[in-house]
């Protein structure tokens, strides 16, 4: 499965960006997507995560209520809508997926198959 992630930029703190992470493959089963990210100096960080069977949803504690991710099935694409950005939210922000994952281990991005490329946000204050 190869990921395509595109949407990052420079945005305002406040303000909104959409992130997009197309699968090359249709997603199946236990497929989950997810989001993660890495500032400057940090160690990777998980972000958000979706299951494609089911629609379950996960956030990290520091996103809830501003980050919202969603899948549109024809696309084979999930979004990462970024809303009330901060300067912390500052990384490169990467997508990762796989087929296999039980939901216990969806914030380790070592147990993830599959990357995208990183798209940077940038929010400055």
């Known amino acids: 499965v190869q990921l395509q992630a595109s949407g990052g930029g420079l945005v305002q703190a406040g303000g909104s960006l959409r992130l997009s992470c197309t699968a090359s493959?249709?997603?199946?089963?236990?497929?989950?997507m997810g989001w993660f990210r890495q500032a400057p100096g940090s160690e990777r960080e998980f972000v958000a995560a979706?299951?494609?069977?089911?629609?379950?949803?996960w956030y990290t504690d520091s996103v809830k209520g501003r980050f919202t991710i969603s899948r549109d099935n024809a696309k084979n694409t999930v979004y990462l809508q970024m809303n009330n950005l901060k300067p912390e939210d500052t990384a490169v922000y990467y997508c990762?997926?796989?087929?296999?994952?039980?939901?216990?281990?969806?914030?380790?991005?070592?147990?993830?198959?599959?990357w995208g490329q990183g798209t940077l946000v940038t929010v400055s204050s």
């Open positions: 493959e249709r997603p199946l089963g236990r497929f989950i």
């Open positions: 979706y299951k494609w069977d089911g629609g379950s949803r």
């Open positions: 990762a997926a796989d087929n296999r994952l039980i939901s216990s281990r969806i914030r380790y991005g070592s147990d993830y198959d599959y």
